[in-house]
């Protein structure tokens, strides 16, 4: 991996983060776009998008995402940015509510929606994902040419995924989000990584990595070492420090990143390089 261009992904907010968890978590339509510009400017290359409702809260209305999506194409580099909007089902997993947004077309179609491979609890909440729900959404992405951006938290999810290849409802190449440090899932240890690489069609994915909580730095280092890039934001992380004493940004996160990939001599895909790798092709109007 060495010297090989790496992938950012930015997870700007989720729909768990407040702004009493935080200061800076961005809540606003004008908020997430301009955390989303500012990390343009660093080189991040795709956003994994998340929107929010006048309350601050998470919001699964298709219009939201699409006028998120038409501002954010007008950002310097934003036509030519990789964006994925999500189809979690933490709050309605419901096929026909997590489904709605990708009919968003025209100025408004998103390049990607999320994919999560199975179901799974997190600190204080589950994520349901039956497999028949999992499949409709595969197909219904296919349908509609948007990639699915794949979520692996463990390594049954990552055995689902050559299931789903071999059942022609992802095709290749992939795109997939690594996450680690869930307390119900993969940990950012050497072998919980090693397992859940290894059981992916590697031949077929480009592979970052996520670190939850005081995790995102360990993890986002076996991203730079040994796959092709790494997840960050404040969706998964909100402090800088393991101490917690210091509250990150998404711009502190993202340079951190780059520090570190400065030292190992790892550039950035440029936005067209990685718009090919994901057959992406053909540059939002």
């Known amino acids: 991996m060495p010297s090989s261009p790496f992938v950012i992904n930015l997870a700007s907010t989720g729909m768990v983060p407040t702004r009493r968890m935080s200061p800076h978590v961005p809540l606003n339509h004008q908020e997430i776009v301009d955390d989303v510009a500012a990390c343009l400017e660093l080189g991040v290359q795709m956003f994994h998008l998340h929107a929010r409702?006048?309350?601050?809260?998470?919001t699964g209305?298709?219009?939201?995402?699409?006028?998120?999506i038409e501002a954010i194409r007008k950002l310097p580099g934003g036509r030519e940015a990789i964006l994925c909007v999500t189809t979690s089902g933490r709050v309605d997993n419901s096929f026909a509510a997590r489904s709605r947004v990708l009919d968003l077309d025209g100025s408004m179609k998103p390049d990607m929606a999320s994919l999560t491979l199975s179901s799974l609890n997190f600190q204080q909440q589950a994520s349901t994902n039956p497999p028949e729900t999992i499949r409709r959404l595969a197909q219904k992405m296919l349908e509609k040419g948007i990639r699915p951006e794949l979520e692996v938290f463990d390594l049954g999810m990552a055995n689902f995924l050559s299931v789903l290849m071999k059942e022609e409802l992802v095709a290749s190449p992939c795109?997939?989000?690594i996450l680690l440090g869930n307390v119900a899932g993969g940990q950012a240890s050497d072998l919980h990584f090693a397992a859940m690489r290894l059981a992916l069609p590697l031949n077929h994915c480009l592979v970052a990595v996520a670190g939850i909580g005081r995790?995102?730095?360990?993890?986002?280092?076996?991203?730079?070492?040994?796959a092709d890039g790494v997840r960050v934001g404040l969706e998964d992380n909100l402090w800088q420090d393991v101490s917690r004493q210091t509250y990150a940004t998404n711009v502190s996160l993202v340079q951190r990143v780059l520090r570190v990939a400065v030292e190992l001599e790892r550039p950035l895909y440029?936005?067209?390089?990685?718009?090919s790798r994901l057959g992406l092709n053909g540059l939002k109007k």
């Open 215 to 226: 995790d995102q730095l360990r993890a986002n280092m076996m991203g730079l070492l040994m």
């Open 270 to 275: 440029s936005l067209v390089e990685l718009r």
């Open 61 to 68: 209305e298709p219009e939201v995402y699409g006028r998120m």
């Open 53 to 58: 409702d006048a309350e601050g809260q998470h």
């Open 175 to 177: 795109y997939v989000n």
